[in-house]
């Protein structure tokens, strides 16, 4: 701190510089009175919650995911209910201004566990304790055990749940005090894994028997690919570990289809039980029934992001020189480094211009140049208007962005900042292969012009599907004259036609148990799990007739199609477009691969290309009834 203020000039310190060995102080405000008298009632009603043990036990299953058998319950603590610290955040942060956490810690569990054995609940124990409160060393850990044998409750059926509140970094100290319970005859979790402090290092070190998922990845899963691969790859660690995982926060239907499909082996939240002091021993009839139901959960696509990576993935660290260096200097730094190409211009940390090795180069071979200029600031052959951008900036932002401005941008590259502050470079050539590698990977996974899945989820999606054993219907959909539309009325109209055509096989599927892709051109495929895909097809035939008016000039739709030539360059009558769907049954074990049924489902299309119009053709071949 003294450096600081020795730092300062006379007329902004105010006062003669300190020696380097002194130490500055600053006055601390004084604290309101009334701040004061608050915190003092705070701290003698916690005494009298703790003296007269006015706290109350909840209850929250965890489930079994595949089964929806209930197989513990997290015991949690509420404080009165009508007083601030009713809430478990606030009482625990009043007991630890007033050094109580230990105290106020064991007290909730005590309670926790004569109501867990008071209530007869089925299962096991999910016990909170916080690594605070199991590194302090005078901390009696004996009691636990001693509760719990009061209780009368098997110390097999308790699993102590580390609930991270503060940063943990003694983890050697730690190891030893789990080391400590699992003697006693725990097991370990750990809660809120993402989001504690130090989480992912506490499963390392201590190689808990569960593991705890943090909402935040829980919540809307079922929308979020991103979501989704964190939480995959959690269970593939937890895999490799024997852990078991448990999904916090389940809040709907589709969440918990998904996270059971992904492997997760438990899950908990609002939508299978909420917190109770009388806790359900069955999860409600919903969510049995959903469990029992057959079938996969359909799995958000990447793709179809609207945020793609940001520009910081392209950052070098490229050294800067500030608007004093002269011409002379620069030239000297171009001369010591032929791999530099561009040098940033940077005054304070903001980013004035970039300094190009050729220009300077040519600039100096010209005659008297250099006798001129040499001396001077480099601004003078500095562009002055470089491209920059903050380091959160989308790659296809700024893609678009490059390719408005000026060719020499693309040559001499961007300027990252971060709150306008020079963070480095990024090159035109980097930009260009991200881009390339990212539309070689959606042209893959997702359709550009519908940004539906393409052929590699889809395939994926049939494997799962002939994988879970489950009956499904499987629908081909293809345009009818599509090629002369397109070539009448022009590429961009066909374009139309597509996304909406896309959209509407999307607005009448079940997004939780149907998939819709797009294989390529004008064809989609519909993997249909809903008992009523049938009239979800009649929908879509409706609604693609009545909408199909708008595609044509009033002269061809009232004559019912129109003159274009055919590939021997004759002039041919074509009709006006109709949507054929094809659709085959599937059920458990009829077929196994995609390969397989991508052949049954061509030539169920086929079939439906030859009715006229719009059309449903469902291939009867492999049962005798629908």
Same mark, same amino acid.
């Given at each position: 701190?003294?450096?600081?203020?020795?730092?300062?000039?006379?007329?902004?310190?105010?006062?003669?510089?300190?020696?380097?060995?002194?130490?500055?102080?600053?006055?601390?405000?004084?604290?309101?009175?009334?701040?004061?008298?608050?915190?003092?009632?705070?701290?003698?009603?916690?005494?009298?919650?703790?003296?007269?043990?006015?706290?109350?036990?909840?209850?929250?299953?965890?489930?079994?995911?595949?089964?929806?058998?209930?197989?513990?319950?997290?015991?949690?603590?509420?404080?009165?209910?009508?007083?601030?610290?009713?809430?478990?955040?606030?009482?625990?942060?009043?007991?630890? &201004?007033?050094?109580?956490?230990?105290?106020?810690?064991?007290?909730?569990?005590?309670?926790?566990?004569?109501?867990?054995?008071?209530?007869?609940?089925?299962?096991?124990?999910?016990?909170?304790?916080?690594?605070?409160?199991?590194?302090?060393?005078?901390?009696?850990?004996?009691?636990?055990?001693?509760?719990?044998?009061?209780?009368?409750?098997?110390?097999?059926?308790?699993?102590?749940?580390?609930?991270?509140?503060?940063?943990?970094?003694?983890?050697?100290?730690?190891?030893?005090?789990?080391?400590?319970?699992?003697?006693?005859?725990?097991?370990?979790?750990?809660?809120?894994?993402?989001?504690?402090?130090?989480?992912?290092?506490?499963?390392?070190?201590?190689?808990?028997?569960?593991?705890?998922?943090?909402?935040?990845?829980?919540?809307?899963?079922?929308?979020?690919?991103?979501?989704?691969?964190?939480?995959?790859?959690?269970?593939?660690?937890?895999?490799?570990?024997?852990?078991?995982?448990?999904?916090?926060?389940?809040?709907?239907?589709?969440?918990?289809?998904?996270?059971?499909?992904?492997?997760?082996?438990?899950?908990?939240?609002?939508?299978?039980?909420?917190?109770?002091?009388?806790?359900?021993?069955?999860?409600?009839?919903?969510?049995?029934?959903?469990?029992?139901?057959?079938?996969?959960?359909?799995?958000?696509?990447?793709?179809?992001?609207?945020?793609?990576?940001?520009?910081?993935?392209?950052?070098?660290?490229?050294? &800067?020189?500030?608007?004093?260096?002269?011409?002379?200097?620069?030239?000297?730094?171009?001369?010591?480094?032929?791999?530099?190409?561009?040098?940033?211009?940077?005054?304070?940390?903001?980013?004035?211009?970039?300094?190009?090795?050729?220009?300077?180069?040519?600039?100096?071979?010209?005659?008297?140049?250099?006798?001129?200029? /040499?001396?001077?600031?480099?601004?003078?052959?500095?562009?002055?208007?470089?491209?920059?951008?903050?380091?959160?900036?989308?790659?296809?932002?700024?893609?678009?962005?490059?390719?408005?401005?000026?060719?020499?941008?693309?040559?001499?590259?961007?300027?990252?900042?971060?709150?306008?502050?020079?963070?480095?470079?990024?090159? /035109?050539?980097?930009?260009?292969?991200?881009?390339?590698?990212?539309?070689?990977?959606?042209?893959?996974?997702?359709?550009?012009?519908?940004?539906?899945?393409?052929?590699?989820?889809?395939?994926?999606?049939?494997?799962?599907?002939?994988?879970?054993?489950?009956?499904?219907?499987?629908?081909?959909?293809?345009?009818?004259?599509?090629?002369?539309?397109?070539?009448?009325?022009?590429?961009?109209?066909?374009?139309?036609?597509?996304?909406?055509?896309?959209?509407?096989?999307?607005?009448?599927?079940?997004?939780?148990?149907?998939?819709?892709?797009?294989?390529?051109?004008?064809?989609?495929?519909?993997?249909?799990?809903?008992?009523?895909?049938?009239?979800?097809?009649?929908?879509?035939?409706?609604?693609?007739?009545?909408? &199909?008016?708008?595609?044509?000039?009033?002269?061809?739709?009232?004559?019912?199609?129109?003159?274009?030539?055919?590939?021997?360059?004759?002039?041919?009558?074509?009709?006006?477009?109709?949507?054929?769907?094809?659709?085959?049954?599937?059920?458990?074990?009829?077929?196994?691969?995609?390969?397989?049924?991508?052949?049954?489902?061509?030539?169920?299309?086929?079939?439906?290309?030859?009715?006229?119009?719009?059309?449903?053709?469902?291939?009867?071949?492999?049962?005798? &009834?629908?």
């Amino acid at each position: 701190m003294a450096s600081i203020v020795n730092s300062l000039p006379l007329a902004l310190s105010g006062t003669r510089p300190a020696p380097p060995s002194a130490t500055v102080t600053y006055l601390k405000p004084p604290v309101p009175a009334a701040v004061l008298e608050e915190d003092e009632m705070l701290r003698l009603h916690l005494n009298d919650i703790i003296a007269q043990r006015q706290l109350s036990a909840l209850f929250q299953p965890i489930i079994q995911m595949q089964t929806g058998e209930i197989i513990a319950y997290e015991g949690l603590i509420r404080g009165p209910s009508d007083s601030p610290l009713h809430a478990p955040m606030n009482l625990f942060k009043v007991a630890r &201004a007033n050094n109580l956490t230990v105290q106020v810690e064991h007290l909730c569990r005590k309670v926790v566990l004569e109501r867990f054995a008071e209530l007869k609940l089925p299962g096991k124990l999910f016990l909170n304790v916080s690594p605070e409160c199991l590194l302090q060393r005078d901390a009696p850990h004996g009691e636990t055990l001693e509760y719990i044998q009061q209780a009368g409750i098997d110390p097999s059926r308790v699993i102590i749940e580390l609930t991270e509140n503060q940063p943990t970094y003694d983890y050697e100290l730690m190891r030893d005090a789990v080391l400590h319970y699992r003697n006693m005859g725990f097991q370990i979790a750990i809660d809120d894994l993402g989001e504690g402090f130090s989480s992912l290092r506490l499963w390392s070190e201590l190689r808990p028997e569960f593991v705890k998922i943090d909402m935040h990845f829980i919540q809307g899963i079922n929308n979020d690919p991103v979501k989704l691969q964190f939480v995959r790859s959690i269970q593939e660690i937890a895999d490799q570990s024997n852990t078991l995982v448990i999904a916090e926060g389940i809040e709907t239907q589709a969440e918990l289809l998904v996270l059971r499909d992904l492997g997760v082996a438990f899950g908990q939240g609002y939508h299978l039980g909420r917190p109770n002091s009388q806790p359900a021993k069955a999860v409600p009839a919903e969510v049995a029934k959903a469990l029992a139901r057959n079938g996969v959960a359909v799995y958000p696509q990447h793709g179809n992001e609207k945020n793609g990576a940001s520009i910081l993935k392209l950052l070098h660290k490229v050294a &800067a020189v500030p608007p004093s260096m002269s011409n002379n200097e620069v030239y000297e730094i171009f001369m010591r480094e032929p791999k530099l190409l561009i040098i940033p211009v940077v005054e304070e940390g903001q980013p004035l211009g970039l300094i190009s090795r050729f220009d300077m180069i040519d600039h100096f071979a010209r005659p008297y140049q250099r006798e001129l200029y /040499g001396k001077k600031s480099c601004r003078i052959f500095m562009d002055s208007k470089p491209l920059i951008a903050d380091k959160d900036t989308s790659l296809q932002d700024l893609s678009f962005t490059m390719v408005q401005a000026d060719a020499h941008h693309l040559f001499n590259g961007f300027i990252i900042t971060e709150n306008g502050q020079y963070l480095g470079m990024g090159t /035109g050539h980097d930009l260009m292969r991200e881009i390339t590698q990212m539309q070689i990977t959606a042209a893959r996974y997702a359709n550009p012009l519908t940004q539906l899945p393409g052929n590699v989820p889809i395939n994926e999606h049939i494997d799962r599907l002939l994988e879970s054993g489950t009956r499904f219907w499987v629908c081909y959909c293809d345009l009818d004259h599509f090629k002369p539309f397109n070539d009448v009325y022009g590429y961009r109209r066909g374009d139309d036609v597509i996304q909406r055509t896309g959209k509407i096989l999307t607005d009448h599927c079940d997004p939780d148990r149907d998939f819709v892709g797009h294989i390529g051109g004008d064809d989609f495929m519909i993997l249909f799990q809903s008992e009523d895909w049938e009239a979800r097809c009649q929908a879509i035939l409706a609604q693609f007739s009545l909408g &199909a008016r708008d595609y044509y000039s009033l002269e061809d739709w009232e004559r019912g199609g129109y003159l274009s030539e055919d590939r021997q360059g004759k002039k041919v009558f074509y009709s006006l477009m109709s949507l054929s769907l094809g659709a085959i049954k599937v059920e458990a074990h009829q077929y196994y691969s995609h390969h397989q049924i991508a052949t049954a489902a061509t030539e169920a299309k086929k079939q439906a290309k030859k009715i006229h119009g719009n059309s449903l053709f469902l291939d009867r071949r492999q049962q005798q &009834a629908r």
